[in-house]
């Protein structure tokens, strides 16, 4: 198969097989995840390499979880990448993969977007904290691991740093290509937030598997990785980063563009003045222009978030600071 992810098109090809979402509230879903992982694999030093496998491999996640992407992966960095999203519920601590940065909010601290249940910023810096402490459990150490994977992953994803009092676009109806939403349980189907986790970029990878991917996307931003390399451990910022790219593209490239919201706490799509309704009879469409300008960003975050998360482990294997 010839996979075009060639950085001087960057658009990516498109096909209309019609493809199901993962449920809506996993950043990225299994494939996305995993693309993190490999890519940042690919650029871990030795000794962060030796640390990751040793720590991984003594430490398993339990044979008797059930798992939500399946054994689809012997790679034990890729397979701990999803693992959070396994325990999530039984831990309820789902507000650890996301930030609620209400949308028309000028850039500042976060402090006042982190509920007392916590978010992803907050979760990373307390997981990094566990992590370089060789005095702790060490399977406290490994599932410490295995969230600032995947954490650096959501943290890339723009839709989790982000409401437009619609939790986080779940309840945005979006017509895709020729799927026209419709109203499944308490939300719709599709939505712009699953359409982001899953569909979006599973229609990038035109049938890659992550390896593949990984390897592909590496080569595509192979100018851009010193870059990234260089830039440091800035949590705070990558989240203002994908705020910001939501804003502009996520809401801004729809069709019409996504009006701004007053901001409301919102625990349901009936919320905010019936806003998933409301959202429904906007008729937002996403079709070829869209999946082409966001199969490129998806792209670059993906990328991104592997790059930054090598940054990190490199850094906890050497010994050196870990974040700022």
Known sequence: ?????????RVPLLFFALLGGAASTYAWGCKGHQTVALVAEKNLTPEARQFVEKLLSE???DPKLRRYCGETTRDLLADGSTW???VRNELKNGPWHYIDIPRGTSRGPLDAYCGNEGCVTRALIDQLAILTDKAADPRKRADALRY???FVGDLHMPLHAITNSDEGGNCVPV???RRRPHATRN???PNLHALWDTTIPERDMEGADPSEYAESLTQAFSSDIPKWQAGGIHFDDWAWESYELANSTVYGELAPPV???VPTSVHACTDASNIGERMLRLHFFAGENYQAIAGALVEERLVQAGIRLAVILNQVAGG???AK
């Open 148 to 150: 600032v994977v995947h």
């Open 320 to 322: 050196g600071p870990a």
């Open 1 to 9: 198969m010839n996979i075009r992810f060639l950085r001087a098109a």
């Open 187 to 189: 939300s719709f189907t």
């Open 259 to 261: 009006p701004v919201e």
């Open 175 to 177: 017509r895709y290509f």
């Open 84 to 86: 959070p999203d396994d």
């Open 59 to 61: 430490n398993p996640i």
